[in-house]
């Protein structure tokens, strides 16, 4: 009868059971058609586009720069602790789950116990070794003997906390959203590992063009020199001439040395996100002479599921959300079942038989009653810890917008200061080739040759330098548009 009124008492619980605290739902964003610097015949990305997301870097068609990515991804160190803050982050899943399941200790004893001669009081030893005291009968065995018994037991206790307000399906949901989170950021940290390379692929190889315009420089320097040498030789310039000639020469040399410390710094830099030491790594030279390729581009509303910072935001936020729901599963009592069974003989090959049974079951109902205002602060603190985490959300959104309108613009005007670089590169080899002539005519000075010399060093850095700009912002705005991931990864 007892047993009947308990079991009724938890199917009650049962029926009545519910999830306190409040359901998530994702904040609402108000987002623009379009971006204020979208680019004059801008498309929109298709199912069908003709490069994979998952590899962006391919739209760069760079064999070169294929193949350090794919080294990225199996080797930078970043990626594999995000990896691992992953795989611990689903194991978090599973242990917030298993509090759905009853728990079942057991144990078994062996007992070596002496009786007193002549009296009830006698020592123990058990299977642990520890001397324990106890009352046994005084029938049996010889008065002047101290007879030894041996005693076999197993023990077995269960108990279950049903959830009744949902405390275990709001810590699931929070560890489920933390994982997903956790999925978002290792996406991130691989996207933004990957963008490194690629930035410092093309920075390194904007270096080797300016390394090419250097050297290119230097061989018409020396035979500038060797023009003014010639023309010193005959009489007909001064010594004066000949120094500047050289000094020119030698300051190109030196900007070419100069040149090697960067180009060092940037192969180690992509030495460490493939996760190999500099000294076994090097770039061969390869000056840069790409342009960046037709990007296309999302809509702002599907942009949103593209990147994975913002996913990460979302998560956390709906993570704070189910904390909200633990907080205040608090305030309930706790439900628990509680059951136990022993079997004990003697002779452990009786250990079942009906004499030697022994159980107990029964619910236990508990409730908190004074905790000098715990509860009430802590369901503060984690309302307060979503409308944080709401806000972040909302600034990763903004920021988001920010980095993508950076790069379209950057590449929109940057593409125009290209052409003024190319006009103006070409401007300045001609004012060099003329005043070279007139130098040989001798109706100018050398220092119109140098000024010239430098106009046109300079435009051809600042050509190549733009051009390496260029190809890093495209970059950039390819991992400001989320590269080829999708949140539906998380689902």
């Known amino acids: 009868m007892n047993i009947q009124k308990s079991l009724i008492i938890s199917l009650f619980f049962l029926l009545t059971a519910c999830t306190v605290g409040p359901d998530y739902k994702r904040l609402t964003v108000q987002l623009p058609s379009k971006f204020k610097e ?22 760069f ?6 193949a350090l990515e794919q080294k990225l ?32 200790t057991g144990s078994a004893n062996l007992t070596r116990q002496r009786r007193a001669p002549g009296g009830t009081t006698f020592n123990s030893v058990n299977s642990s070794g520890a001397s324990t005291f106890g009352t046994a009968s005084t029938g049996g065995g010889s008065s002047g003997g101290s007879p030894v018994s041996t005693f076999h037991s197993l023990l077995l206790n269960g108990s279950w906390e049903p959830d009744i307000w949902g405390l275990v399906h709001r810590s699931v949901e929070a560890s489920v959203a933390g994982a997903q989170a956790s999925a978002a950021l290792l996406a991130s940290t691989r996207l933004s590992s990957q963008a490194s390379l690629a930035q410092y692929y093309f920075e390194l190889r904007a270096l080797d063009r300016d390394q ?8 018409n320097y020396q035979d500038t020199l060797k023009l003014v040498q010639d023309q010193f030789a005959s009489g007909v310039v001064s010594m004066a001439d000949v120094v500047q000639a050289q000094s020119q020469l030698q300051v190109a040399q030196a900007q070419a040395i100069n040149n090697g410390v960067a ?13 190999q030491p500099p000294e076994t790594f090097s770039m061969p030279f390869s000056p840069l002479r790409s342009t960046p390729p037709a990007i296309p581009m999302q809509v702002p509303s599907v942009w949103l599921e593209r990147r994975p910072d913002i996913a990460q935001a979302e998560r956390l936020m709906a993570q704070a959300n189910a904390q909200i729901g633990v907080a205040i599963a608090a305030f309930y009592p706790s439900f628990t079942l509680t059951g136990s069974g022993s079997y004990g003989h003697p002779n452990y090959n009786n250990w079942l038989s009906i004499p030697g049974v022994g159980w107990a079951i029964g619910p236990q109902l508990a409730q908190l009653i004074f905790d000098g205002g715990l509860r009430e602060a802590t369901v503060a603190a984690d309302r307060a810890a979503f409308e944080s985490s709401a806000a972040s959300y909302r600034q990763t959104i903004l920021v988001a ?8 613009s950057s590449l929109r005007i940057l593409a125009q200061q290209a052409e003024v670089e190319a006009q103006a590169v070409a401007s300045a080899r001609t004012v060099l080739r003329l005043v070279i002539d007139q130098y040989k005519a001798g109706t100018v000075a050398y220092s119109n040759v140098i000024t010239a010399q430098t106009t046109l060093l300079t435009a051809q850095k600042s050509a190549a330098d733009v051009n390496g700009l260029r190809m890093t912002s495209a ?16 689902n």
């Open 263 to 275: 180009r060092a710094q940037y192969e180690h830099a992509i030495a460490m996100l493939i996760g």
């Open 61 to 66: 068609n760079d064999p070169q720069l294929t």
């Open 212 to 219: 090419q315009i250097l050297n290119d420089t230097m061989k």
């Open 73 to 104: 991804n199996v080797s930078n160190q970043s990626v594999a602790t995000a990896e691992a803050n992953f795989k611990q982050a689903l194991s978090l899943i599973d242990e917030a789950r298993a509090s759905y399941f009853p728990t079942l």
């Open 38 to 59: 979208t680019p004059k015949g801008w498309k929109v990305a298709q199912p069908k586009d003709d490069f994979d997301r998952g590899q962006w870097w391919k739209i």
């Open 401 to 408: 917008f920010q980095d993508v309108e950076d790069n379209l």
């Open 475 to 490: 970059v950039g705005l390819v991992k400001a548009l989320g590269g080829g991931w999708s949140d539906s990864a998380l």
